[in-house]
């Protein structure tokens, strides 16, 4: 390995230049609004703003999941949040996530409105709200959870750290790469072993913690994001890639994934979403045909 010696930090660090990179122009140092921008409101209780980045798509799969269990209060609008363009810094996102990430849900349903942001605990949120996907029994929600914190706690490590350095910078660090695919492997032999004679993370039944996990360690192993699974040999991860393939061909995550997608192949994107014939007749091939 080579040692990058180009670099030392100065005494106090100021922002005078982007970063680089795919996303320098939406990165800053500071929180809060630019701009004033009204957020949209649909004709459901549940409003969802998001884009189908791996958080945002668990938000979207978890919706369709309780709707395919019948919980018919499940049903949302999802409006589109372009995070290239700096949407999550608009006035009405921020009064929502002032941390402007992406998924941000407001329920109207409650006496006031509810806000609820950052993707774990929007998963949570509506576990408990519908008493579905989590588990009752003590033991059984108490695991249930640790994964579901797991995948937050971990995954920052595979997206800004290993996804970061070895998909968008602009510069290729053989140290930065070599750190974070190190964790990533780790994380990844983690689950295989984890999930060795287990259907699902938490035994036979499918919970939020595997929605939580699968659109990041999961897109991963069946190389939908970073184009990295044989530079990470993921086909070595045989419980992980068998856990993945079964998610991947359920109906819910199928439709969870297409919502506020703006990228990959028309007939997979559904900008917004207000009702479930939107999959049929609303989709980019259908709205903008080429």
Not at 12 to 36: D, Q
Request: hydrophobic share 35%; glycine share 8%.
């Amino acid at each position: 390995m080579t040692e990058d010696t180009t670099y030392t930090p100065p005494d106090v660090w100021k922002w005078e230049s982007e970063s680089g990179g795919n996303w320098a122009s939406i990165n800053r140092p500071i929180a809060g609004a630019t701009h004033e921008k009204e957020l949209p409101v649909g004709k459901h209780p549940l409003q969802l703003y998001s884009l189908a980045t791996p958080n945002g798509v668990k938000v979207t799969i978890m919706l369709e999941e309780l709707l395919a269990l019948g919980h018919s209060g499940a049903e949302y609008d999802a409006y589109l949040i372009k995070i290239g363009d700096g949407d999550q810094f608009g006035s009405d996102f921020v009064s929502i996530n002032p941390n402007s990430k992406i998924p941000a849900l407001l329920d109207h349903s409650t006496d006031s409105p509810t806000r609820v942001f950052e993707s774990g605990a929007i998963l949570l949120y509506l576990a408990e709200k519908f008493s579905a996907l989590l588990p009752t029994d003590h033991a059984a929600r108490t695991e249930c959870l640790s994964w579901l914190f797991w995948q937050m706690g971990s995954a920052p490590y595979l997206g800004g750290g290993f996804g970061h350095f070895y998909k968008y910078a602009p510069v290729k660090i053989e140290y930065c790469i070599d750190r974070f695919t190190m964790e990533t492997k780790r994380q990844l032999d983690v689950l295989d072993k984890h999930l060795e004679g287990k259907k699902y993370m938490c035994g036979d039944d499918y919970t939020i913690a595997d929605i939580a996990i699968w659109p990041w360690y999961g897109a991963v192993v069946l190389n939908t994001v970073y184009e990295a699974a044989e530079f990470l040999e993921a086909d070595g991860y045989s419980n992980v890639m068998r856990w993945a393939k079964s998610i991947d061909s359920r109906p819910a995550v199928k439709r969870g994934r297409m919502v506020n997608r703006s990228f990959g192949p028309l007939d997979e994107q559904l900008h917004e979403r207000h009702s479930s014939t939107d999959f049929d007749t609303r989709t980019e091939d259908k709205l903008n045909p080429v």
